[in-house]
């Protein structure tokens, strides 16, 4: 039988990686693409000029807050997998826009659950729960399957509904339906106002002589950060299991920002001399004294998700599930990406220039 997968929010970081995870492995994929003014398929151009384009691979305009669309969909594409991975994902946005993130990241999972079922119910579901679920209990850590939820901004809430309508729907309606509970994942991919991204993007443009500095918020804030590539395999691992349920997937190690920002600088050899604190804290060159990270606090949230660590033994054991990207690789990988595109050098370049 033809596997055929249905991604909701292919043109996202994770959608591409999993498009391109299911299509090396024959599957019929199908993508749910928003309208925009301009095209943004830059993730997924590379699919669309393969041989794969109409013939395995096929974009459909709609949107997961359209409940007739998502209907129409599920009947006319039949798919024996939905990834649900469309949502409004940056949690200090969704401050700002906390009713349309209800919609997009919570209420949508039910319409395209409801989908499913009235059409029979008998696909494969994957959810993309998230660690931002976990919020707000810093003293229970590493966290896993068992630790409580207590989200603290309005992307958490939301996907705390859509967390437990998935175990509603399985639990009422006896469907494959799984959560997904992964702790951040990045890659060059990564869209550019998340910190990660941020501050690799920010690094390439000081070098290039095109920013000045880099200007962050909390640099406290701890997180458990790995590789989407590493990260949508375990998607479709939960999808293969004899029973559906409920997986962490993490690294199981936890660094701060200020840590990830060092990490970067370091990969060109740069050691940052921190000074001050709080909103005062600033970042320089050890070598030549130029201030290169200072705190800007615009960039708080009116809540904050102080401390994540995460605990995928269960991932590990029950699926087999493991990343092959650690964190010093990552952050490699992404400054490299960076400075390639924004620089045009590597990192050896640079290096090679800065000792010449
Ligand atoms: P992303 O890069 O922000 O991608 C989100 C995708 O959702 C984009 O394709 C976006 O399309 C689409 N989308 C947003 N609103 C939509 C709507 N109303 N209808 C249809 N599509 C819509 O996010 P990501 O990092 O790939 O994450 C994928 C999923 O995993 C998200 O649900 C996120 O919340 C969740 N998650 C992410 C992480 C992480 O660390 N990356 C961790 C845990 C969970 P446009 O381009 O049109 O906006
Ligand atoms: O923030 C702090 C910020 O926006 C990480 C999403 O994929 O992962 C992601 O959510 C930390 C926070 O990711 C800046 O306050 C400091 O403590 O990269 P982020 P996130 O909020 O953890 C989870 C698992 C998801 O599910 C989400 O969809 O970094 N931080 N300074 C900053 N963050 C940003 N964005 N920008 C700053 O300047």
């Not at 401050?95 to 059409?119: C, H, M, Q, W």
């Not at 990490?263 to 970042?283: D, H």
């Not at 050890?286 to 995460?310: C, H, I, M, Q, S």
Request: glycine letters at 8%; one cysteine or more; hydrophobic letters at 35%.
């Amino acid at each position: 039988m033809q596997n055929i997968a249905l991604i909701t929010g292919i043109n996202g970081q994770d959608g591409s990686y999993l498009a391109e995870f299911l299509l090396e492995r024959g599957y019929e994929v199908h993508g749910l693409l928003r309208r925009h003014s301009t095209v943004n398929t830059s993730r997924i151009d590379h699919i669309i000029k393969s041989d794969y384009h109409k013939i395995k691979f096929f974009l459909h305009f709609g949107d997961v807050t359209d409940s007739s669309n998502m209907m129409r969909l599920i009947a006319e594409i039949r798919p024996t997998e939905v990834y649900n991975l469309a949502a409004q994902s940056h949690v200090g946005i969704s401050f700002e826009v906390p009713e349309y993130t209800a919609d997009a990241t919570g209420v949508s999972t039910l319409k395209l659950l409801e989908a499913i079922r009235v059409n029979g119910g008998n696909c494969r579901y994957y959810q993309a729960s998230t660690s931002e679920l976990f919020g707000g209990l810093p003293e229970t850590a590493p966290q896993s399957e068992t630790t409580p939820f207590f989200p603290k901004s309005p992307y958490g809430v939301a996907k705390l509904y859509s967390y437990w309508i998935t175990v509603n729907y399985r639990e009422s309606y006896n469907m494959y339906a799984c959560n997904g509970i992964l702790f951040n994942h990045e890659s060059p991919r990564r869209g550019e106002n998340f910190v990660t991204r941020k501050i690799t993007l920010a690094i390439a443009g000081i070098i290039a002589g095109t920013q000045e500095k880099l200007s962050l918020g909390n640099m406290n804030a701890k997180r458990d950060w790995g590789f989407a590539g590493d990260y949508v395999a375990a998607m479709w691992l939960m999808l293969r299991q004899s029973k559906p349920d409920d997986y962490v997937i993490a690294t199981n190690e936890t660094h701060t920002v200020r840590e990830f920002v060092e990490a970067a600088f370091a990969e060109l050899s740069i050691e940052i001399r921190w000074q001050g604190t709080g909103v005062n804290e600033k970042g320089y060159d050890a070598e030549t004294g130029k201030l290169l990270v200072d705190v800007n606090p615009e960039f708080y949230r009116p809540a904050e998700v102080e401390y994540l660590w995460g605990d995928s033994t269960k991932a590990e054991k029950e699926l087999g599930w493991k990343r092959n990207v650690d964190f010093k690789g990552l952050v490699k990988m992404m400054v490299d990406a960076d400075l390639q595109t924004v620089a045009g050098m590597t990192a050896e370049d640079y290096k090679r220039g800065r000792t010449d």
